[in-house]
């Protein structure tokens, strides 16, 4: 039988996958900022998702997953644009601006663009908790970037850097939405291959198209940000969504997405600790409320039946 078929699991390797997801995940924006201190974004994350895409998709189909078809391919492009393109894309041009810290909470406040995705799409009409858990999460996120004078807190935030982490949000929300229905391989691993294959690819052209390739100069490129890169490739890409996409099998849906909270607190803490992020008033505060906020949504929007998104359908970095 497939491993990640498997659905007999002790408590002990489930919590151990999701400290792992806590960590990876949580870390891999600090990761992104080291990483683009001395490396063109977009050729950087496009090298990342390609390598990483690479190894998945064909360690798939050495194990057996059967031949994606072209309506796959499809699917899977269209998740890598929305997701790897804009979503992760905006990150990592937007980590040239704003900390490691602040980018994982504006990411993390995805959840709060697919409630009001689906009510606008007439899917489901939110509870009045969920609806409650919106409206204060936009709130965390105004007291997060809105103007220092206005909102009575010093620690400004660059206003452009915010918008493109706030787009990239909406664009995450937007791509996994559209994975619960997409035709994709039965094999979430190969899917996610296929997926970071379109993205890596969708990003390089971005990066070739931006003149990113007169700027790559490899003997400017400092150790924190290979290290970055590398750890991006192994720990962000690779043994994250292992062991996020087996979690998908053996626990709770309740469970395993509770990184979508616990992630931005990681990445705050991390960031601070590492690389002496400031962790001033506003951030605290922010980070309570958007955390707080998706922690709500979370346990008080159902879940419907769909299908077993991809692990990268899901994944903020």
Same mark, same amino acid.
């Given at each position: ?11 002990t ?17 600090l ?52 997701l ?11 980590e ?6 602040? =980018? !994982?909470? +504006? %990411?993390? @406040?995805?959840? &709060? /663009? ?6 606008? #799409?007439?899917?489901?009409? $939110? ?15 105004a ?18 850097g =915010? !918008?493109? +982490? %706030?787009? @990239?949000?909406? &664009? /995450? ?6 994975? #619960?229905?997409?035709?994709? $391989? ?10 970071m ?20 100069n ?7 940000s ?38 931005p ?14 962790l ?9 409320i ?21 692990a990268?359908?899901l994944?903020?970095?």
């Amino acid at each position: 039988m497939n491993s990640f078929e498997n659905r007999s699991a002790s408590a002990t390797a489930i919590w151990v996958a999701m400290i792992s997801v806590y960590i990876t995940w949580g870390s891999t924006y600090l990761a992104i900022r080291f990483a683009v201190q001395t490396m063109p974004p977009f050729l950087m994350a496009g090298f990342r998702f390609l390598l990483a895409g690479f190894i998945l998709y064909f360690w798939r189909r050495m194990q057996g997953d059967e031949r994606p078809r072209l309506v796959h391919w499809r699917s899977a492009a269209i998740i890598g644009l929305f997701l790897l393109l804009g979503g992760n894309g905006g990150v990592v041009w937007a980590e040239q601006r704003v900390v490691s810290g602040v =980018a !994982a909470l +504006l %990411v993390g @406040a995805t959840p &709060l /663009w697919m409630v009001l995705i689906d009510w606008v #799409r007439g899917i489901y009409r $939110p509870a009045f908790p969920t609806l409650a858990g919106v409206l204060v999460g936009f709130v965390g996120i105004a007291l997060l970037i809105g103007p220092a004078e206005i909102i009575g807190l010093h620690g400004a935030i660059d206003p452009l850097g =915010a !918008a493109v +982490l %706030v787009l @990239a949000s909406f &664009l /995450w929300a937007a791509g996994s939405l559209y994975s #619960r229905n997409a035709s994709l $391989p039965s094999s979430p691993l190969l899917a996610t291959g296929m997926e970071m294959l379109t993205g890596g690819l969708a990003l390089t052209v971005l990066g070739t198209l931006s003149g990113e390739w007169a700027r790559l100069n490899l003997a400017a490129i400092t150790w924190p940000s290979w290290l970055g890169l590398g750890y991006l490739v192994v720990f962000g890409s690779l043994v994250g969504f292992t062991a996020y996409t087996w979690l998908l099998r053996v626990a709770p849906t309740t469970l395993v997405s509770t990184y979508a909270y616990v992630n931005p607190v990681v990445a705050v803490v991390i960031g601070n600790l590492l690389a002496d992020e400031p962790l001033t008033l506003r951030v605290g505060l922010s980070t309570a409320i958007i955390v707080g906020a998706v922690a709500l949504i979370t346990f008080t929007r159902p879940l419907g039946k769909r299908k077993t998104p991809s692990a990268s359908s899901l994944e903020r970095s």
